[in-house]
């Protein structure tokens, strides 16, 4: 049996390569430095039960998963891996940069030197540099929408629930779906984007919509305008949808006049429309 064991946030390519043929995978509920080093704990790229999710996407049976804990964290290589349940007679498959046990002190040699057989996957690359959650995550937040999905292998995608609007959309002549984001940690910067949400694409404005002044937004909302018509989510039903973001157009900003920004909203349609 092959086991593929690391925390894989946002499944990218080279968690992709670790995982196939895997008969199993194992992971942590939560991120390890959340426990070791709070202040150094990442934003993570997706929830836990979307990451459960993509791992077993990439045809993964069982995923075992593990509660981080102080008394986990000091467990030795040995304890570890008794925990775990790894025994000398399955496959490991992990990524160079693994380490288990306190203190960091078992890697895949460790294991080698105690009878196990350890495949070490070689880092994906993308742009001649290594794939790491860390990469995506710094493309994300600087808008480099398309280098992240290429890294992940996929588009970053956002869920959330539909709330009722105000009517600014419908008045300006692009209604919209509006949709409180989910369990989103990565700071998307604010402004406008080219999405896909049930097979159909939209602009979407994610922020405050200061224009609006007093009648602007309190928290952040993912404004959907789909280029075809709007798709029969009832507002403020609470329906969870996922929206797949694809490419970053131009940051938020209070504009002059309502005129103003409807100009801008038809040439960010435009500018959709033309990457299809």
């Known amino acids: 049996m092959t086991v593929a064991v690391g925390f894989f946030d946002g499944v990218h390519l080279g968690h992709q390569a670790i995982l196939k043929g895997a008969d199993a995978a194992l992971t942590f509920r939560s991120h390890p430095l959340s426990v070791l080093a709070p202040e150094k704990a990442p934003r993570l790229l997706m929830d836990f039960d979307d990451r459960v999710a993509a791992i077993r996407a990439c045809g993964v049976r069982d995923v075992k998963v593990f509660d981080f804990t102080p008394e986990f964290a000091r467990l030795s290589p040995d304890e570890f891996l008794a925990t775990a349940g790894i025994s000398s007679s399955v496959h490991v498959r992990c990524g160079a940069n693994w380490r288990f046990g306190r203190g960091g002190e078992g890697d895949a040699e ?47 995608s956002v869920r959330g629930s539909c709330v009722a609007g105000k009517g600014e959309g419908e008045r300006l002549g692009f209604p919209t779906l509006n949709v409180v984001p989910e369990g989103l940690n990565v700071r998307l910067p604010y402004g406008a984007y080219v999405v896909e949400a049930i097979g159909r694409r939209a602009v979407a404005n994610y922020g405050f919509a200061p224009t609006f002044g007093a009648r602007a937004w309190s928290t952040p909302v993912l404004e959907v305008h789909f280029l075809s018509a709007t798709p029969d989510l009832a507002p403020d039903s609470r329906q969870p949808t996922s929206f797949s973001i694809l490419r970053f157009l131009r940051p938020e900003r209070k504009f002059a006049s309502e005129g103003e920004l409807r100009a801008q909203i038809a040439s960010d349609c435009e500018a959709a429309a033309g990457s299809m």
């Open 110 to 156: 460790y294991l080698r030197t105690r009878g196990y057989s350890v495949e070490v996957v070689p880092y994906a690359l993308y742009g001649d540099k290594e794939v790491s959650s860390t990469r995506i995550r710094a493309a994300l937040e600087g808008g480099e929408i398309e280098d992240a999905n290429a890294m992940l292998g996929r588009a970053f």
